[in-house]
């Protein structure tokens, strides 16, 4: 289930940001013009903001694809968010005092000696066990 979620993820993500840098392109404003293209074409002298200014939309999705991309779209926008804001919420890292000059240290507690291993006695032979040579 963890890699089914993982795929899904990935798949979202990527349609999310794909239709983000799509969306200017290929949704219209009420002119007609691509979204956004209004924006940009008032003083226009540059060759590749003419494409855009004078394109009757030249990349054209269903509404269908719109609303899945703009749902993907949503998600990326929720996640960054969230991870900014779960970020923001952890804080500086909490800096230990150094002990004052009166206190002594204190020595830990002794650890456990790690359990012996047991020898094993070493091959006599290489390949399968029990054949005689």
């Given at each position: 289930?963890?890699?089914?979620?993982?795929?899904?993820?990935?798949?979202?993500?990527?349609?999310?940001?794909?239709?983000?840098?799509?969306?200017?392109?290929?949704?219209?404003?009420?002119?007609?013009?691509?979204?956004?293209?209004?924006?940009?074409?008032?003083?226009?002298?540059?060759?590749?903001?003419?494409?855009?200014?004078?394109?009757?939309?030249?990349?054209?999705?269903?509404?269908?694809?719109?609303?899945?991309?703009?749902?993907?779209?949503?998600?990326?926008?929720?996640?960054?968010?969230?991870?900014?804001?779960?970020?923001?919420?952890?804080?500086?890292?909490?800096?230990?005092?150094?002990?004052?000059?009166?206190?002594?240290?204190?020595?830990?507690?002794?650890?456990?000696?790690?359990?012996?291993?047991?020898?094993?006695?070493?091959?006599t032979h290489f390949g399968l066990r029990?054949?005689?040579?």
């Amino acid at each position: 289930m963890n890699r089914i979620k993982d795929y899904g993820s990935f798949a979202a993500w990527f349609a999310g940001l794909g239709y983000i840098v799509l969306w200017p392109v290929t949704a219209a404003d009420f002119g007609g013009k691509p979204f956004g293209a209004s924006m940009f074409c008032r003083d226009s002298s540059l060759a590749l903001l003419d494409l855009l200014c004078n394109s009757e939309r030249l990349l054209k999705m269903p509404s269908g694809l719109h609303a899945l991309g703009f749902m993907s779209a949503a998600f990326v926008t929720t996640r960054l968010l969230w991870s900014g804001i779960q970020r923001s919420r952890r804080g500086a890292p909490v800096k230990l005092a150094p002990p004052l000059a009166g206190q002594m240290d204190v020595p830990p507690p002794p650890r456990r000696p790690p359990p012996l291993r047991h020898t094993v006695k070493p091959r006599t032979h290489f390949g399968l066990r029990g054949v005689q040579h």
